[in-house]
């Protein structure tokens, strides 16, 4: 009787012997050309309404906090030399502080393409002023590099191109 007690016991005992456990960890690919990073992108649409926002209520330091400037900033227009952060700066407060009316602004064919930490955001501009009396018309190309910060996304390069004129 007590060599069968010590038998079972022993059973017991090694049945519940806990098993090491072996944890795989399998290591996630990140595809920067193909992954679509949804959240990402839904995060640089609200960016770009809210810019859209701060144009139409004439909110000049908001559009310019949109901006990452440093000495990475670069942007380009209507075929003239690269300029940076400060040139960058001083023609949107110029530009966006004296907009009297925003007659029209729309991105046409957007399109956001997201690598990560890093947005491109392209479209053709639809966008008419008025600067008192006058009308001004933008109809560019307009490239928008993102790069997502503690801060949320900021631009870090501008390029706008005339967009060509077809007949309708």
């Given at each position: 009787?007590?060599?069968?007690f010590?038998?079972i ?21 990140i595809?920067?050309?193909?992954d ?7 995060e ?5 309404n ?8 004439g ?9 990452a400037?440093g ?9 003239e030399k690269?300029?940076g ?20 602004f729309?991105y046409?064919?957007?399109k ?17 002023f008025?600067f008192g ?11 928008l ?17 005339p ?6």
């Amino acid at each position: 009787m007590i060599f069968a007690f010590i038998m079972i016991f022993g059973i017991v005992i090694t049945g519940c012997k806990q098993k090491e456990q072996k944890i795989e960890v399998e290591e996630v690919k990140i595809d920067l050309v193909n992954d679509e990073f949804s959240e990402a992108k839904i995060e640089v649409m609200a960016l770009m309404n809210e810019l859209k926002q701060s144009i139409n209520d004439g909110d000049v330091n908001k559009i310019i906090s949109f901006h990452a400037y440093g000495p990475k900033f670069t942007e380009f227009k209507g075929g003239e030399k690269r300029v940076g952060s400060k040139e960058n700066e001083e023609f949107e407060r110029g530009i966006f502080g004296n907009i009297t009316e925003v007659v029209k602004f729309n991105y046409n064919d957007l399109k956001i393409a997201v690598y990560d930490n890093v947005a491109n955001v392209t479209f053709h501009s639809d966008f008419h002023f008025k600067f008192g009396e006058d009308d001004v018309v933008v109809n560019d190309q307009i490239t928008l590099l993102m790069v997502k910060t503690e801060n949320g996304w900021k631009c870090v390069h501008e390029h706008h191109s005339p967009l060509n004129k077809t007949e309708e």
